[in-house]
């Protein structure tokens, strides 16, 4: 079972930033924080992950807690082709993904 | 920008025939694996490879299923009597190391009639 859980759904508005949490409260010292996106049917598109510091990439940013128990992703300024499948994965070493049922994003014009 | 490469992307098979899905990994990569997404359903892990072997599988890569790296450039999935139940889409992924991001394929659409 992933170890994650996300709001089924959110919305947002064109051009406004997306924050998508997703909580991770059993979370071990040695795993990251990963996310993924999934348009349609399209194979998963890597976002972003991160350890414990906030990071951040030319697509999104990724804070993380101090207590690392939860962290949220940020898409700065979101269009209409940022409507996806969000997911919030935490893996260790052995890297298998283990993909929950996301968060499906609408973003509105 | 490097990809990975799936073929074919839509395949129709009939039930307990074989088929294989074949994948071209990132050049560089040196970690492969399966996943599937039933239509409506999440997307599930199957099988990891790395060094020529499997290093983990789950419950669903069953004896019906196996995987291979025949000429060091391609990754294939075989599934030997393919059920109704196994219609699904099929993703290929790589990654260069351990403990990075993993790089998908844009997936086979498996339709078993």
């Known amino acids: 079972d992933a170890k994650t859980t996300q709001p089924t759904s959110m919305d947002c508005a064109e051009g406004r930033a997306a924050n998508l949490p997703c909580n991770h409260s059993?979370?071990?010292?040695?795993?990251?924080v990963y996310w993924y996106r999934q348009i349609h049917s399209q194979g998963p598109q890597y976002i972003i992950h991160?350890?414990?510091n906030n990071e951040t990439n030319e697509m999104a940013s990724l804070i993380i807690t101090e207590d690392r128990k939860s962290s949220t992703l940020i898409l700065p300024h979101a269009t209409l082709r940022d409507t996806a499948v969000y997911y919030c994965?935490?893996?260790?070493?052995?890297?298998?993904?283990?993909f929950g049922p996301g968060t499906r994003l609408s973003v509105l014009p | 920008e490097p990809e990975v490469t799936q073929t074919p992307s839509h395949q129709v098979t009939q039930m307990g025939q074989e088929v294989i899905l074949r994948c071209v990994p990132i050049?560089?990569?040196?970690?492969f694996y399966w996943y599937r997404q039933i239509l409506g359903q999440k997307v599930e892990f199957l099988v990891s490879?790395?060094?020529?072997?499997?290093?983990?599988k789950s419950e669903i890569f069953d004896d019906q299923f196996s995987v291979e790296r025949p000429d060091g450039s391609n990754f294939t999935l075989k599934i030997r009597s393919t059920k109704l139940e196994d219609s699904a889409m099929y993703f290929c992924?790589?990654?260069?190391?351990?403990?990075?991001?993993?790089?998908f394929g844009q997936g086979t659409r498996l339709t078993v009639v």
């Open positions: 050049s560089n990569h040196l970690y």
């Open positions: 991160g350890l414990k």
């Open positions: 992924a790589s990654t260069p190391r351990a403990n990075t991001e993993a790089f």
């Open positions: 490879f790395y060094n020529n072997e499997i290093s983990e």
């Open positions: 994965i935490v893996t260790d070493y052995g890297q298998n993904f283990v």
């Open positions: 059993t979370i071990s010292g040695n795993e990251y």
